[in-house]
């Protein structure tokens, strides 16, 4: 079947998109060195021979220099397609050439625990989704966000059988998620509300097991479940199952979703080590881009749920070529800021300007 005539809710539609982006931005790396786009960014992962991943995560001179390999202890979640960078970067020894020797703490549980392990160090930084890590960081937790890594990996999935196609088609009915503090929770929730649908009072989230999510909807318990890849991934090769939106559907097309997080205290005892872990990481995801394959085998190497094949389908899914540093993660923050006060998320009082001063921080220039 021709691209054009893919359904956009197959997983190959989103596939093909992903390819024709992918292609646009090899076409953009024969561009100059310091190239600007029309909206006034320098292209993200720059020119170059293959793996180049541009000047902003070149190692410095620092960092490149010989000698003992800084220790570094990293929190991720080893089940989320979206953290491959962080393995990437391991094996591919991208942070071994930044100067730091990771070791990763696998978090599959609270984004609390995970924050609270950050601030009292022990672990040093973490990858994880804005939508859930933005309230906690609220209530003050000393860990700083450094970069944004990708777009993309959360999926609504509504069952066809209850004629759930969009999201107006929502209301009224029970959606199947991991838990009311979830990433999807959150941001569907936006969608609900830009649709003009109350979040909470025109549908009910119903918490299950996450891996039991689409058995919730078989039963007819749900009509519909929100989740991330790759679980949802998976589950949308059920005929019975169709997306209805992702966290790249409308305004979100440019937004990143995964960040990159680093305790406080690292950054203002040894800033040097905080850009060497984000630049490092962000090589790893300009790699993830590059050679969505390769990364698929070694997330899968690590645990990741799903064949090669279905692994490199998903990170072609995501916008791992959108990797927001200063100005714009910035921005970036304070729109999800004012959506997730709406939603009553955050503190309808919180001045989401100064929250992302707050959080962010530049450990690049």
Known sequence: MPETELHPSHPDATLSRRR???????????????FVTSTGRAWGPGPGTP?????????TAAEAATGPLRPIKLAWNANAICTAAAPVAKERGIFARHGLDVDFVNFGGSTEVLLEAIATGKADAGIGMALRWLKPMEQGFDVKITAGLHGGCLRLLGAKSANVTDIASLKGKTIAISDHASPAKNFFGLL???AGL???????????????????????????????????????KDPRLTEVATNLSGIYATRSCCVVAVRGSLIRNDRAVAGALTRAVLEGGHRVQDDPTDAAAIFGNYGG?????????????????????????????VLYGDELKRVNVLRRTTDTAKFAERIYADVLS
């Open 20 to 34: 024709l982006l992918r292609a646009g931005m090899s076409a953009a790396a024969a561009l100059p060195l310091g």
């Open 51 to 59: 793996f180049d991943p541009g000047p902003l995560c070149r190692p």
């Open 192 to 194: 609900l509300a830009d």
């Open 198 to 236: 109350d979040p909470e009072r025109d549908v009910e989230w119903r918490p299950y097991p996450a891996d039991l999510l689409n058995l919730a909807v078989e039963k007819g318990e749900a009509q519909a479940l929100a989740d991330s890849d790759p679980r949802t991934w998976i589950w949308l």
């Open 305 to 333: 749920k799903g064949s090669v094949e279905d692994l490199a389908a998903m990170l072609c899914s995501q916008t791992h070529q959108h990797r927001p540093v200063g100005a714009d993660l910035k921005q970036e923050l």
